[in-house]
């Protein structure tokens, strides 16, 4: 039988070659019902573009590259698992740097996508500050557009799609507050970062909120967003002092420090009430619910996808900041005093 080819779909969708061949690339210009309809057609054909051809007609590779930083943790898993399913909803394929939080990882991630000709980059920041820029440079002089998605290099101009984190902190603060607790400690990273100051600007809107000063020996920094960093700076917390709250900036560092409060014989939340940020699948099935702020990591990866890809096919300047509106969700680790 001889290969299917982009006329055969055409043909089989009831469309011009021209308008197939959009829609198999994603342009815009094809509205989402004749999309719909050429995609199915090529799927029911199965139909398979020669990679090599498209690219030598179009300059273009048709991928986009993502960096996460840690592949541990379930949150970043949902946004592989998303942006993938965007990016090949619109005919792109996905290549995959993790960074571990490396800068130095960072930089070879972005060379080597520079290398493969990726299309444009989707890149969750790292949670130190890089101290050389010259990798974002190097995408700007390709002309390889990109875009941030969770949070964002303030020194980079680029367009970034995340949560409403400083909304998030407050909403969360605002509740631990009005459930009787004064010493509430936070657990963040570098807090000179977007990811961190957004937090941290959240809890102490909450406190001013009600005419209350924020103690700064309640801000506890760390140096990774990690299960064992918040263990290390639970034990810390707790080490001669008392705190009626323990917040921290994400569910997997509030994992490593109810270990710790369980380990040393604290109960959650009848001693001390507990509360993380994301809500990871698994945080409501925890012996210890976890009170926590769910972001809207769908939505989040859709509008991600879509921005890039109008960076990439209408050659548009887009350096706007999206923030998407958090929910604060209730569950057994806090208590009202």
């Known amino acids: 039988m001889d290969d299917i080819t982009i006329k055969d779909v055409a043909l089989a969708a009831k469309v011009s070659i021209g308008t197939a061949s959009m829609a198999l690339n994603g342009k815009s210009e094809v509205n989402a019902e004749t999309r719909k309809k050429v995609l199915a057609a090529a799927d029911r054909l199965g139909y398979k573009p020669n990679k090599y051809a498209r690219i030598l007609s179009s300059g273009r590779t048709h991928t986009i590259g993502l960096i996460i930083t840690d592949i541990t943790n379930p949150f970043f898993g949902l946004i592989i698992d998303y942006v993938q399913q965007e990016a090949e909803n619109k005919g792109y394929d996905l290549v995959l740097g993790i960074s571990g939080g490396s800068r130095d990882k960072e930089r070879k991630i972005i060379d080597k996508f520079i290398n493969q000709r990726v299309d444009g980059v989707i890149m969750v920041p790292s949670h130190k500050q890089p101290a050389d820029m010259q ?20 020194e980079v101009d680029a367009p970034c799609v995340m949560t409403d984190l400083s909304a998030g902190s407050y909403k969360l603060t605002q509740y631990i507050l009005r459930s009787g607790c004064r ?35 309640c801000i506890i920094t ?5 299960f064992e960093c918040g263990y290390e700076a639970a034990k810390k917390i707790l080490d001669g002092k008392n705190y009626d709250a323990i917040l921290t900036m994400n569910d997997i560092m509030a994992l490593g420090a109810l270990k710790y409060l369980k380990e040393s014989g604290y109960r959650v939340p009848e001693d001390i009430s507990l509360a993380g940020y994301d809500d990871l699948l698994y945080t409501a099935l925890l012996e210890t619910p976890l009170t926590t702020v769910r972001q809207p990591v769908q939505p989040m990866c859709s509008r991600a996808v879509e921005i890039i890809l109008k960076l990439i096919n209408e050659s548009l300047s887009i350096t706007e900041k999206v923030f998407l509106m958090p929910e604060l969700v209730i569950r057994g680790s806090t208590v009202n005093r």
């Open 222 to 226: 760390a140096e990774e967003a990690s």
């Open 183 to 217: 010493n509430i400690a936070y657990i963040v990273v570098n807090p000179s970062l977007p990811l961190a100051a957004l937090r941290l600007e959240g809890y102490c809107s909450a406190f001013r909120e009600l005419g209350i000063d924020v103690n700064p020996e």
């Open 135 to 154: 990798h974002f440079l190097d995408l700007r002089e390709k002309n390889i557009p990109l875009c941030f998605i969770t949070a964002y290099y303030s």
